[in-house]
């Protein structure tokens, strides 16, 4: 069984219960305490629903609207749960029923209300994943004063309480798109290079591939956890001696430990092989050290915890 949570892009997902959630069980058939649902899967009584406000009037059609049901419950003084042999039918479409406005990102603009009301100081780190490219998002003041009359606890409350695993930006060495010195060659043009890969089910185990920094994070938004991973939800950058690849996050270093130097190399600790731009820009290669722009990488930003890292001493001659 597991828990809903989700991550930073504000995506739905399922995690293992936790060991703190299995302790506060008294047995194995009480209800599981879940941070967040499926939107298809609430079973709430129209009462309560009406009383937190129902959905936000001012989403549209679809996404979002789970986690901030969701983060409602918890923090305006309920409780969400998964009850153990509980069944729900949820029937399947073979097309969406709706009809999408065209230049409208939906799913943006929907999260972007869930963070501006809910999320309080913690939106910035969605808001990184975009750029902070807001755009419209429609009036959210009568969803602020629902807040305040339902008397609701903070989002550092929840994080802290009830989603205390999930890992915040700010514990990262660094963050943002890793830009390439060297500038590469696409469609007969030159271009700065940034390391881009998509991070899903699909993604994995696929070649990372470089391609024109665009500044709207997404798949060019990377973190450099403490334990030198280069990752971002719960994937990781990954080299085993062929190529390098999108593989899930395991936390034991190994294929996934890289150092990131005072040079602005990206060193793998296992081969000690540096991370470096093809020829013409456009595809990843391990080679040997040597401090060549192709092997000079630029965060968007970097700590200064990651500067001072010891272990960040480069292995190209003669620098330090």
Known sequence: ???????????????????????????????VWSPTMAGGLFGISREYFE???????????????????????????????????????HVFRHRSPYTWRSGTNVLKK??????????????????ERINFNLGEFGD??????????????????YLKNIYPELVLPSEALA?????????????????????????NNKARNKPVKLWPCHGQGGNQFWLLSKDGEIERDDSCIDFAGDFVKIFPCHGMKGNQEWICGLDNTIRHRNTNLCLQSSDNGTKLEMKPCTGIDHQIWYWRRRSTAASLRRENTSLIPGVR
């Open 1 to 31: 069984m597991n828990i809903g949570g989700f991550d930073w892009n504000l995506q739905f997902k399922w995690y293992l219960i936790p060991d703190r959630e299995k302790k506060r069980r008294m047995n194995e058939v009480d209800p």
């Open 175 to 199: 963050s943002g798109e890793i830009r390439n010195k060297a500038l590469g060659v696409v469609g007969g043009k030159q271009h700065p290079m940034c390391i881009d890969s998509a991070v």
């Open 110 to 127: 929907n999260s972007i209300r869930l963070a501006e009301v809910w999320m309080d100081e913690y939106k910035k780190y969605y808001y």
């Open 51 to 89: 009383y937190l406000g129902a959905y936000d009037p001012g989403m549209d059609i679809w996404g979002g609207e789970n986690l901030e049901l969701s983060f409602k419950i918890w923090m305006c003084g309920g409780v969400l749960e998964q009850v153990l042999c509980s069944h729900v039918g």
């Open 140 to 157: 959210i003041t009568s969803r602020k004063e629902l807040r305040k009359k339902l008397q609701c606890k903070s989002f550092d409350w």
